[in-house]
Structure formats: structure tokens, C-alpha cells
């Protein structure tokens, strides 16, 4: 059965769909299948050619409800779903359904304030910063407000994500074949945090026949660069290259 990770919070601009992205994209490089639900009516889907994980739509509650049950189904997988913000009875059915609930915030007085309130309202949620200051003495201010205001929710806050400014690619329509290697290693870095969290077996051993016929009812034939799932509902997910394994590091672009 697969797990589930939501991304969610009350807030716009947080970073949600760069960290739900970034997150697909890692474990696709980690050799793990994922699929990046969008929840935002606000926002189009974006075309999963060339990026390492599947795209489903999930606008409609009825959309919703169908793509999770099509991707709890598939045995080994993760399913990434990006909240929308500012929607409160939708971060809480988010919040029952997941494994893993993921609250991204910036560094911010305003995101602070609202992370910690979403802290006490989920208690098993973690908090991400995000787009964190490059910048030595940014940074270290920071962290220290970080210190300051979140001490008491230590244990439940990631690494830090990175200011960084090809992440933005990610949230293109259409992506290049090639991404920056900094990005995949944030990819990379913030996926292996999610892992160790859900404790999931990456030992990049090929993958397994039950996990190969999953990748074939969903995203056809391996290389296939863009193909259609369709399952008895209709089509809820699209694209991806299969089946995947853990990719080299490699240096430049290419990542
Ligand atoms: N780590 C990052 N580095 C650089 N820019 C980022 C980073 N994370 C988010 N952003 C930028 O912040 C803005 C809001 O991010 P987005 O993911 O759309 O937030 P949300 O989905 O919560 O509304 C976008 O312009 C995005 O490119
Ligand atoms: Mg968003």
C-alpha cells in the first residue's frame, strides 16, 4: 500500500507546491515512484513529461477521493499531495488521510506565527523552512528566530530547504530534459528526510516484480516518456519514464 504525504498549511506562499515538487522529484531520483496530487483550484496541472514522478489532478472532492484510493492501491509508492492554503476543512481532510503531514514556512514573523498554530492544530504534522537564507548572516538571524519562537517544536522541524533559485523550474508547465545539479540535491536532501520519517527501504536494489507490475497498470510501457493511466474511475494520473532507479550524482546539468 502506498503512503501518503500531504503538504499543507494556512497559509499562501509558503511554499506547498515547490515543496511537493522538490519532494517528487527527489524520490524519483532516490528510485522511488511517486505521484504529485494537485489540489489548488487556482492552479493548472503541470505536464509530467521529463520529470521523475507522475502528475494527477485532484481539483474536484470527487477527484480527490478517486486518486487516492487509485494511488493507496499501488503497492510501494508515495503520493504527494499539494494543499492549496487558506483552506482550512480541506488541510484537515489532508491531515486524516496522510501518513506523513509536511508544513512548509518561510522566514517570516507571519509564517512563524501561523506554523506554530498549525503545529498545535496537527499534532503529527513537521515543519519545513523553506527558501532559507543563503547568505551567512541571513541566515544565522534566521536561525535564530527560528530558535526564539520554535524551541518548543524542535524535534518537529526539517532541514532547512534552501533558498534556491531553480526550484522555480519545477513549477514550470513544461520542464527541460536536464535540471540543475543543485536542485537535484535538494531534491535529493529533502526526500531522504521524508524517507528516514517514514522509514521506507531505498537500498537501491532493482526493483521488485509486484512493484514493476504496479508501474506497468499505471504508467504503461517502461521509457514510455508520457503516457495515461486509466483506471476504472477514468484517467486520474499521467506521465512518467519507468521503472526507475536510484540515479548516479552527476555534476552540471543532468541531475
Ligand atoms: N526553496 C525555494 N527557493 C526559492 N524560491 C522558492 C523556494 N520555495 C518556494 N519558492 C518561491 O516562493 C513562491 C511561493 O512558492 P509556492 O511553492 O508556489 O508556495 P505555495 O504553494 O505555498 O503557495 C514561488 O515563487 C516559489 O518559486
Ligand atoms: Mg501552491
Redesign the pocket.
Do not use: I
Given at each position: 500500500m502506498a503512503d501518503i504525504i500531504c503538504v499543507i498549511?494556512n497559509k499562501?506562499?509558503?511554499?506547498?507546491?515547490?515543496?511537493s515538487h522538490m519532494l517528487c522529484q527527489g524520490l524519483g531520483l532516490l528510485g522511488q515512484r511517486s505521484v504529485c496530487v494537485l489540489t489548488?483550484t487556482d492552479r493548472e496541472p503541470l505536464d509530467p513529461l521529463n520529470r521523475r514522478y507522475l502528475t494527477a489532478d485532484a481539483r474536484t472532492h470527487e477527484a480527490l477521493g478517486k486518486v487516492m484510493d487509485k494511488i493507496r492501491s499501488l503497492d510501494a509508492w508515495l503520493g504527494v499531495v499539494?494543499g492549496g492554503?487558506n483552506r482550512t476543512e480541506m488541510d484537515h481532510r489532508l491531515y486524516g488521510l496522510a501518513d506523513l503531514v509536511l508544513l512548509?514556512f518561510r522566514d517570516s514573523h507571519e509564517d512563524i506565527r501561523t506554523v506554530i498554530r498549525d503545529l498545535e492544530r496537527f499534532p503529527r504534522a513537521y515543519a519545513v523552512p523553506?527558501?532559507w537564507p543563503t547568505n551567512a548572516w541571513q541566515r544565522e538571524t534566521a536561525n535564530r528566530t527560528l530558535n526564539e519562537f520554535l524551541a518548543p517544536y524542535q524535534d518537529r522541524i526539517l532541514d532547512p530547504?534552501?533558498?534556491?533559485?531553480a526550484?522555480?523550474v519545477l513549477?514550470q508547465k513544461q520542464i527541460p530534459p536536464g535540471l540543475p545539479t543543485a536542485l537535484g540535491n535538494a531534491c535529493r536532501n529533502v526526500s531522504y528526510q521524508v524517507i528516514d520519517l517514514l522509514q521506507l527501504d531505498v537500498s537501491g536494489e532493482p526493483v521488485s516484480p509486484t512493484r514493476r507490475q504496479a508501474t506497468t497498470a499505471v504508467a504503461g510501457q517502461a521509457e514510455v516518456a508520457s503516457v495515461k493511466a486509466v483506471n476504472a474511475g477514468g484517467q486520474v494520473l499521467s506521465g512518467m519514464r519507468a521503472p526507475r532507479f536510484p540515479a548516479p550524482i552527476r555534476f552540471g546539468y543532468g541531475a
Open positions: 498549511g499562501g506562499g509558503t511554499g506547498k507546491t515547490t515543496l489548488d499539494d492554503g512548509p523553506m527558501q530547504v534552501a533558498a534556491l533559485s526550484s522555480k513549477l
